[in-house]
């Protein structure tokens, strides 16, 4: 029998899951996969047992994607047309492909970041940690204002 207590599951901060949800790996461990396909998050972990399927990215990564590109599309198009007498069938052809390639290449990056970003300010469902000893059980991890989920959402007892 181990006489030890139970450690608390710790969050990781904010730049490391970030680090790694740009990866493409779980916020919490960094071990797991954090995507099914190109841009559906699994539902859990399958090396902590995070749940990931909650998650709120929504908009958020397409719109940081284009302002990214187009940012540094237009500054190499701007760049391009003043320093050199580029043939327009050249930039008719190659700026719509690195535009796409490089929104491709970015979006699910991103994307893994937004959700990294989530779970390290517990929002939409993070607030909950998979416990250091045992997979798959679950323990409460968020502010510690000693209320119950059910009373911060409004629905229990304050």
């Known amino acids: 029998m181990d006489d030890r207590p139970p450690t608390t599951p ?3 901060g904010l730049i490391r899951s970030m680090a790694r949800g740009f990866l493409g790996r779980c916020p919490h461990c960094g071990e797991g996969r954090m995507f099914g396909r190109f841009l559906k998050v699994r539902p859990e972990c399958g090396v902590c047992g995070l749940e990931m ?8 990564p397409p719109y940081v994607v284009i302002f990214v590109v187009a940012h540094i599309v237009g500054y190499l ?3 391009l047309e003043m320093g050199y007498d580029v043939p327009l069938w050249f930039q008719l052809t190659f700026w719509p492909l690195a535009t796409l390639g490089m929104a491709l290449a970015l979006l699910q990056p991103v994307k893994g970041a937004v959700v990294g970003l989530q779970y390290a300010l ?6 909950t940690l998979p416990s250091a000893g045992s997979e798959g059980e679950e323990s409460r991890f968020g502010p510690a204002d000693g209320r119950t989920p059910d009373a911060r959402a409004g629905l229990g007892r304050a």
């Open 77 to 79: 198009i701007l760049e």
């Open 122 to 127: 517990g929002m939409h469902g993070f607030a």
């Open 10 to 12: 710790t969050r990781t």
């Open 53 to 60: 399927h909650h998650h709120r990215a929504d908009d958020l």
